[in-house]
Each structure stands twice: as C-alpha cells, then as structure tokens.
C-alpha cells in the first residue's frame, strides 16, 4: 500500500527513521482495536497484519499489510480514533513510530509537514466519500453493504420477543403503492418507514432539510397525499436537488473548506445523478419480504433517491445499509 512517506526525498525520510523502534507482536495478538486512540504507525519489517472491522455479526478484513507495508498512520496524522483493527496473521516484526515523536518531527521540519498532509489530503478526501457513502459516479456503487452491530443484549433476546402485527404491517401493500407514488411522481425524495410504531417519516425537495412525520394510515387517503405532496416528474424532481447542490458548492463557505473537503464534494457535486427510477419499484416491492425476514426482525428501512443506499434498522439494534441492487440479494439470502 502507499506510504504517506512516499513523495519523502532520502535526506528528508532519514529524519523519519531515527525516530522507530522494533517489536515483534506474535501469531493472533492484536496491535490495536477500532476506536482505540492512534498512538503509533507502523511498518511491517517481516510478517503479515490483518486490518479488518466488526460487521453486523462477523469480522470483515478490509485489507491484508504484508513487509514493507506502512499501516496505522492516517489516524496519527489525523490525531484521531483507530478505524480498524489490526492483528497479526503470524510472527511479526514491526518498526513503529510514536504519535508523540511523529508531530515533534512535523513541528520541527514545516517542508516535511507540508509534503506528508498534501499526500493525506488526498486519502482524506477518498475516507470523505467512502464513510459519507458518497460515489463520485453517481449512483453506481451496486456492492456497496455496511452493517452496524447493535446492543449485544438486544441481539441475543430480540428474535425470543413475539412479532405483532402493526398498522403498517396490516396496510403494507397499499402503503407500498403509496412510496413508491411518492418518491417517483411527488415531491418526496427521502422515505423511513417504521413498521413498528406506524410512523413515516418523509423529506421532500419543498423543505430538504426537514423530515415530516405522517401517520400511515393517514397516507392511504388520497386527498391528504394530495395536500402534503404535490406531484412532480422525477427528472425535475432531479434537476431540482441537483441546483441545490451547485449553489452549496458556490456559496464562500464552501470555498473555504479544508481541501479534501472541498475536492471530495465538488467532485460528487458535479458527477451526482439520482438513484434510478426503475429501481425504486424494486425496492418498494421487497418492503414486504423484508419485514418478514425470519433471521431479522425489520424495524424500520430508509429509501432515499439521492443516494443509492437502503438503510434498514432491526429489533437488534442493528443496521444495515446496502445499495438498491445489493438489497434485493440481501433480502433473498435472508428470507
């Protein structure tokens, strides 16, 4: 992988390596964990680290470091949280660098400094789009799936509680015709559905910053859908959300933003397209199916046209947060 290191001339990189120190970490000792502070970088001298993070109900490795790799040093650079764990995978020499030692060097070498944060602007500004869900393609991200544990006590008990059935569970498939009429033909561009409590919850390009919350029994009445919710074809629907995000990108604000900031946005600013249209049935259609999932208990799912991301929360108080063509294989695999 790429060092932040890596555009250090040798004069300037020997400044670096008087600052290491040598550990061995043995087979399936963790270096460190997700959320721990960034105390040290590294560098892998002989050996191999699984970097991974915990998934809804498993371990993912998000990316294996082997010798010569430098790993744990965004974070340092950053001053933050681990967000990821790392382990070895076997016997491990590690050459690391203490956080403290590291930003004494920066303080002391500006030229150093400036040429190590202009390469971690730019993996910033990737982190940006990654953790924001945001695809500078537009709505092309069609593997994307994140899950996000919950309360261990609450998935241990939640699927040993008794299912009822809600409002919405009794109405699903007219509430069903009712979203998707409101995110393809009205002014809706944002839906949560709670399947327990009978609470919707819809944001609209008239007040996009808002949510409004409807009782879905009153969403089955045709004359209150027309009060709330006018009608709009989806393009202009589109073109409007799309004006919005060029005047943010030229107001001043804006143009005072850190730089992986304002580079991250202004790409996806310029390369955003709605999630489309033809997959909205699809989605909307699965409600159903979802809610019945036997390993999951759905509390509630988020369809929302400017992003391509499906959040559903359950009784575990877990989410997942998948693409609209990875929803339709997660609710398969799990019905």
Request: net charge negative; with cysteine.
């Amino acid at each position: 992988m790429a060092s932040i290191f890596q555009d250090l001339t040798e004069r300037e990189f020997s400044r670096v390596r008087q600052l290491i120190s040598g550990v061995e970490i043995a087979p399936e000792e963790v270096i460190f964990n997700e959320g721990d502070p960034a105390d040290c970088l590294y560098y892998i001298e002989s050996g191999a680290v699984s970097l991974y993070i915990e998934k809804f109900n498993s371990t993912q490795e998000i990316q294996e470091a082997r010798a010569g790799d430098w790993f744990g040093e965004v974070a340092v650079v950053n001053k933050g949280y681990r967000t990821a764990s790392a382990k070895a995978k076997e016997t491990t020499r590690l050459e690391r660098i203490s956080a403290a030692d590291f930003h004494n060097l920066l303080a002391q070498e500006p030229e150093i400094s400036r040429i190590i944060h202009k390469v971690v602007n730019l993996r910033n500004e990737k982190l940006v789009l990654e953790e924001k869900m945001l695809n500078t393609a537009g709505s092309n991200n069609r593997g994307m799936h994140v899950s996000i544990k919950g309360d261990a006590s609450l998935r241990n008990s939640a699927m040993e509680r008794p299912r009822y059935e809600s409002v919405v569970d009794k109405h699903l498939e007219a509430l069903t015709a009712c979203f998707m009429d409101l995110l393809v033909n009205r002014t809706a561009h944002r839906i949560m559905v709670g399947f327990n409590n009978g609470e919707i919850r819809v944001s609209t390009v008239l007040d996009p910053f808002s949510e409004e919350f409807h009782p879905a029994l009153r969403l089955l009445d045709p004359s209150y859908v027309e009060r709330h919710f006018p009608e709009i074809d989806y393009n202009r629907k589109a073109g409007i959300i799309q004006r919005m995000y060029q005047a943010i990108g030229e107001d001043a604000f804006f143009k005072e933003l850190p730089e992986h900031l304002k580079h991250g946005f202004s790409s996806y600013f310029h390369n955003w397209k709605p999630l489309p249209v033809d997959e909205i049935p699809k989605i909307v259609a699965k409600l159903p199916q979802l809610r019945k999932v036997s390993n999951f208990y759905a509390r509630s799912a988020t369809i929302n046209i400017v992003k391509d991301a499906i959040q559903m929360q359950f009784n575990c108080d877990g989410s997942h947060i998948v693409s609209a063509h990875t929803y339709e294989s997660f609710v398969e695999d799990f019905s």
